[in-house]
Structure formats: C-alpha cells, structure tokens
C-alpha cells in the first residue's frame, strides 16, 4: 500500500518562504513521477508542479513559476516543494501526489496516489 504524506505547511506572512515535503512508502518511489497540487477554499484543485522520475525534468503552473522549485530526493524517498516570495493567493491545502507514468503530466487524473494535504496560510 503506497502512503504519502506531506508536511511544512504552516501560517505565514506575504513575501515569506516556505518548504513542503512528501515522504513516500510502500512502493518504489524512484519509478514514480511526482506532482503538487492545492485546493483553496471554494476553488477545485489545481496543479502546481511535476517532476520526473530522476528529476531531470520539471512543469510548473504559470500562477507559481519564477518562485517555486520542486525536487526530489530518491534515496530518501522524499519530494520537496520550496515556495518563495508567498501570497495570500498561495493559500490553499497542497498534496503530493504519484503517477506511475513517464512522462509528467498536469493532469490529475493521471496520479494514481495522493497524500492528505498540508495547509498553507499567507497573510497579507
């Protein structure tokens, strides 16, 4: 049974940084493609970034890009997400998610396991 969860969330001021992590168990992480996503309030979830399997290739969403940065680390089975200069736009619960796929994807449709989410809090 494949588990993911996250955690690094937290309430922060605009302008602030933040580091999310997704631990992941019970399957082989190296063969997953990675992904974050959030949901606001009222909102649908959304997707943030992707990275595959060796990390060598990353997506952002255009609402993020120039001040986030998705990586992993395989030996630790463990993906980050370092969000810079926050807004209270950026507001939302944000889950990791794995695909068993190649190629990455902003789908979310295409990942076959998620994590519970971590809050994100930016006040203004």
């Known amino acids: 049974q494949v588990q993911l969860v996250e955690s690094g969330g937290g309430l922060v001021q605009a302008g602030d940084s933040l580091r999310l992590s997704c631990v992941v168990s019970g399957g082989t992480f190296s063969k997953y493609a990675m992904g974050w996503f959030r949901q606001a309030p009222g909102k649908e979830r959304e997707f943030v970034a992707a990275?595959?399997?060796?990390?060598?290739?990353?997506i952002y969403a255009d609402s993020v890009k120039g001040r986030t940065t998705i990586s992993r680390d395989n030996a630790k089975n463990t993906m980050y997400l370092q969000l810079d200069s926050l807004k209270p736009e950026d507001t939302a619960v944000y889950s990791c998610a794995a695909a068993t796929i190649v190629i990455i994807t902003t789908d979310l449709a295409a990942y076959n396991y998620w994590g519970q989410g971590t809050q994100v809090t930016v006040s203004s």
């Open positions: 990275i595959s399997w060796t990390g060598s290739n990353t």
